[in-house]
């Protein structure tokens, strides 16, 4: 992987080079489509696709110039990555990527991102919050793309609230339903929504009991991991 990391930066002189990954869970793998083609990214392009999710949120499948890096910590108990990389890209001109697996990611029944739903998972969504203020203000081009991010943030919490015991979190639980609400006209109109959300978030604001039994017989029919944080 560095072979190919470190080869792609020198060849574009890219602050950042990244390669595509593969993750493997107790019970499935995520792939993406992949090319072997090298693209090299301006800042507006690396933001965009950072926040369509096509670079991968992970630091792992990345190397960043030493002057960058040593700007920047990994802060937080969860989903640390995320706002690291932002950060990077922010400050970053220019990133090569080139989409050939070279990063295999093992998530193990035992990871943090599989553990039981607790209060440090809300960290998720007042990250991808800190992401829509700072492209509200600074990079106003890329909103919606920063708004689809958190929608679909506040999306997954919610499903894991639901199956989770909600009597325990009541509070977390309103303020995520009132985050999901207020993106009611964005969820209809928003091409950056995938179709299975958008479809999710009318069920859930139509009747969040409905939704919550179509989850749980869901989860339980496909054996989703997430019922193995519950």
Known sequence: MFETLINNALKTGAEISACGMA??????????????????????????????GKLYWSA???????????????EGAINEDVLFNFHAFIKAESTVF?????????????????SK????????????????????????????????????????????LLLANRNLYQKEYDLVLNNLKSYSDFSR???????KQ??????????PRIYSGLLKLYCSLSNSDVTKRT
Do not use: C
């Not at 793309?145 to 929608?151: C, G, I, N, S, T």
């Not at 109109?189 to 179709?195: A, E, H, L, T």
């Not at 958008?198 to 009747?207: F, I, N, V």
């Open 60 to 74: 792992n499948n990345k190397i960043y110039i030493s002057a960058l890096a040593k700007k920047l910590k990994f």
């Open 23 to 52: 993750v493997f869970y107790p019970d499935k793998t995520s792939l993406q489509p992949a090319e072997a083609q090298i693209r090299l990214l301006n800042k507006s392009e690396s933001i965009s696709w950072l926040l369509k």
């Open 189 to 195: 109109n928003s091409p950056y929504i995938p179709r």
């Open 117 to 160: 739903f607790g209060p440090k998972y809300m960290q998720t969504i007042a990250v991808s919050k800190e992401i829509v203020d700072f492209v509200s203000k600074n990079m106003p081009a890329h909103l919606d793309e920063a708004k689809a991010l958190d929608f679909s943030k506040n999306i997954s919490l919610f499903n894991l």
């Open 98 to 114: 080139q989409d050939v697996i070279k990063y295999k990611y093992m998530v193990r029944s035992n990871s943090v991102s599989m």
């Open 198 to 207: 958008r479809l999710a978030y009318l069920a859930l604001t139509a009747s």
